[in-house]
């Protein structure tokens, strides 16, 4: 491996490993180096949706390891005193394979990180825990990077994959203000009540001030999260403790019909979590490194586009790597600015895209009052009351990174 083209990667998360597959498959030596000391079981799930599983598809054998549960329908539910109603009740999920090729699906988050992680590892991945990426040092031909407990090590190029909480992104571009969004997330994994039925479906609860969101991950669990506008929650993806949990389970949310209280009295672990914005950023690169995910364009959860986007960057950024160095040999500073722009060409626009329509997506979710509950309500249900045009904005943001033969 040492004449191979070495490229470090920082995060074994979500996009990390794919990457490093990608990378090992077009030849080069990528080594990725995460923070934590182990694979971690926090976070809850993934949406994993057509666009993102069609990159997922190109690395060999892979769907078939993932660990999920495809849905087949989408539903819109009015939780508002004693009105408990059926806004929205759409079948076009069951369509997706057929038209793209591919389901939307949910998948346990850890599950899915362990599997993807032991998979980059069968291809002969070299994965570090317990490095910490904290300094950047950028040469003529190479990058040195230097970790917490003071090991370093050197690269020809560096591709930050770390996340919300990115160490590259503030190598690269120094620390930011980041903002509270005003919306908490409080969510879990529950039994999948028996009132929902044999149809795996998502769910979405619309109430005064409140939405949750759940979705099947298994045949039998089921990962919900509430949005709410309360004051700052600091932004980790920690549990609550037993008496905060408790207390949780016995709120007004428990007391939701039509399945939505039951998951939240049966939940096994509840987290709680800030939603906060980040800056855009204008560039992505500079020298020898660049990033990729949401160290790259961090969103809020709320359109599930999250990890599709990033493998939406793995696929852009590979095969533009192949396209101009096909032999993977050592890259020159001018040739990896030359493939970073292309990738940012692609890659920076529809990102933003999709971050604004997240944030708004929140935004209309979550409102207060009666009336301006009723109006969102009836909102919904106009935007929904044609459900060829709904599938057809689906099929438009899934129709990406490349439709018929792929280029890597």
């Given at each position: 491996m040492?004449d191979?083209t070495?490229v470090i990667?920082a995060?074994?998360g979500?996009?990390g490993?794919?990457?490093?597959?990608f990378?090992?498959?077009?030849g080069?030596?990528?080594i990725v180096?995460?923070?934590?000391?182990?694979?971690?079981?926090?976070?809850?799930?993934?949406?994993?949706?057509?666009?993102?599983?069609r990159?997922?598809?190109?690395i060999?054998?892979f769907?078939d390891?993932?660990?999920?549960?495809p849905?087949?329908r989408?539903?819109?539910y009015?939780i508002?005193?004693?009105e408990?109603?059926v806004?929205?009740d759409?079948?076009?999920?069951?369509k997706?394979?057929?038209?793209?090729g591919?389901?939307?699906?949910?998948?346990r988050?850890?599950v899915f990180?362990?599997?993807?992680?032991?998979?980059?590892?069968?291809?002969g991945v070299k994965?570090?825990?317990g490095h910490?990426?904290i300094?950047?040092?950028q040469?003529k031909?190479?990058?040195k990077?230097?970790?917490?407990?003071g090991?370093?090590?050197?690269?020809?190029?560096?591709?930050?994959?770390?996340?919300?909480?990115?160490?590259?992104r503030?190598c690269?571009?120094?620390?930011?203000q980041v903002?509270?969004?005003?919306l908490?997330?409080t969510?879990?994994?529950?039994?999948?009540p028996?009132?929902?039925?044999k149809?795996?479906?998502?769910r979405?609860?619309?109430?005064?001030?409140?939405h949750?969101?759940?979705?099947?991950?298994?045949?039998?669990?089921?990962?919900?999260?509430?949005?709410?506008?309360?004051?700052?929650a600091?932004?980790?993806w920690?549990?609550?403790?037993?008496?905060?949990?408790?207390?949780f389970k016995k709120?007004?949310?428990?007391?939701w019909?039509?399945g939505a209280?039951?998951i939240?009295q049966s939940?096994d672990t509840i987290?709680?979590?800030?939603?906060?914005?980040?800056?855009?950023?204008?560039?992505?690169?500079?020298g020898?490194v660049?990033l990729?995910?949401?160290a790259?364009?961090p969103t809020?959860?709320h359109?599930g586009?999250?990890?599709n986007?990033a493998?939406?960057?793995?696929y852009?950024?590979?095969?533009l790597l192949?396209?101009?160095?096909?032999?993977a040999a050592?890259?020159?500073?001018?040739l990896l600015?030359t493939?970073f722009?292309?990738?940012?060409s692609?890659?920076?626009?529809?990102a933003?895209?999709?971050?604004m329509?997240a944030?708004k997506?929140g935004?209309?979710?979550?409102v207060?009052?009666?009336?301006?509950?009723?109006q969102r309500n009836d909102?919904?249900?106009?935007?929904?009351?044609?459900?060829?045009?709904?599938?057809?904005a689906f099929?438009d943001?899934y129709s990406h990174?490349?439709?018929?033969?792929?280029?890597i």
């Amino acid at each position: 491996m040492e004449d191979k083209t070495k490229v470090i990667i920082a995060g074994a998360g979500i996009a990390g490993p794919v990457l490093a597959i990608f990378l090992t498959l077009k030849g080069y030596n990528p080594i990725v180096y995460e923070r934590i000391d182990t694979l971690a079981d926090s976070g809850l799930s993934l949406c994993l949706q057509p666009n993102g599983l069609r990159v997922l598809s190109l690395i060999p054998g892979f769907i078939d390891k993932i660990v999920g549960k495809p849905f087949e329908r989408i539903a819109h539910y009015s939780i508002l005193g004693d009105e408990e109603t059926v806004l929205v009740d759409a079948g076009f999920p069951a369509k997706l394979p057929e038209l793209t090729g591919f389901s939307m699906m949910g998948a346990r988050r850890p599950v899915f990180n362990r599997t993807i992680v032991e998979y980059a590892e069968s291809y002969g991945v070299k994965i570090i825990w317990g490095h910490q990426l904290i300094a950047l040092e950028q040469g003529k031909e190479e990058v040195k990077v230097t970790f917490a407990n003071g090991a370093s090590d050197t690269a020809s190029f560096v591709i930050g994959c770390d996340g919300l909480h990115s160490s590259t992104r503030v190598c690269l571009f120094g620390q930011e203000q980041v903002s509270f969004t005003g919306l908490t997330q409080t969510g879990g994994i529950s039994p999948t009540p028996e009132v929902f039925g044999k149809v795996p479906t998502m769910r979405n609860f619309y109430a005064d001030g409140a939405h949750l969101i759940c979705y099947p991950v298994t045949d039998t669990l089921t990962s919900w999260a509430i949005t709410q506008r309360e004051p700052e929650a600091k932004e980790t993806w920690r549990s609550m403790d037993e008496i905060r949990q408790n207390a949780f389970k016995k709120s007004p949310f428990s007391e939701w019909g039509l399945g939505a209280g039951e998951i939240v009295q049966s939940a096994d672990t509840i987290v709680k979590y800030g939603l906060y914005d980040r800056p855009e950023l204008k560039t992505w690169h500079k020298g020898r490194v660049v990033l990729l995910g949401d160290a790259a364009h961090p969103t809020s959860p709320h359109l599930g586009q999250g990890a599709n986007q990033a493998f939406e960057d793995v696929y852009h950024l590979v095969r533009l790597l192949v396209q101009h160095n096909p032999s993977a040999a050592a890259p020159s500073t001018a040739l990896l600015s030359t493939i970073f722009a292309g990738y940012e060409s692609i890659r920076i626009a529809r990102a933003s895209t999709l971050v604004m329509g997240a944030r708004k997506q929140g935004e209309t979710r979550v409102v207060r009052g009666i009336d301006a509950c009723k109006q969102r309500n009836d909102a919904l249900r106009v935007a929904w009351e044609d459900e060829d045009a709904v599938l057809a904005a689906f099929l438009d943001t899934y129709s990406h990174p490349f439709t018929g033969q792929s280029e890597i």
